[in-house]
């Protein structure tokens, strides 16, 4: 798993350099729509029943307000609409990044 070094709001987006060097940038909006939380996507139980979530709707608008490093492996971020539940792992914040250009 590889590290931010440094988290920045630059415009609408969110910059992250990493620790081998690569940057990765990823819109308010792409990144409040891929929150993890259980809030958003659901909960499953162990016969794959879905509970809760939300459909899927725009979050253009929505703007990162702060953020928190979470021990060794992931950054919560709040947003302007009140969301802060999703523990954003570095692993997923690396994907967004190579997949959202």
Do not use: C
Request: charged fraction near 25%; hydrophobic fraction near 40%; proline fraction near 3%.
């Amino acid at each position: 798993m590889i590290a931010p070094q440094e988290i920045q709001v630059i415009g609408s987006e969110i910059a992250i350099r990493w620790a081998d060097g690569k940057e990765s940038f990823i819109t308010f909006a792409t990144l409040r729509a891929a929150s993890p939380s259980a809030e958003v996507r659901g909960e499953h139980d162990i016969f794959g029943h879905q509970y809760g979530g939300e459909a899927p709707k725009s979050y253009v608008g929505v703007e990162v307000a702060s953020w928190e490093q979470i021990g060794n492996y992931a950054i919560r971020f709040e947003f302007s609409d009140g969301h802060r539940s999703g523990l954003y792992s570095y692993d997923l914040l690396r994907q967004l990044g190579e997949t959202v250009k």
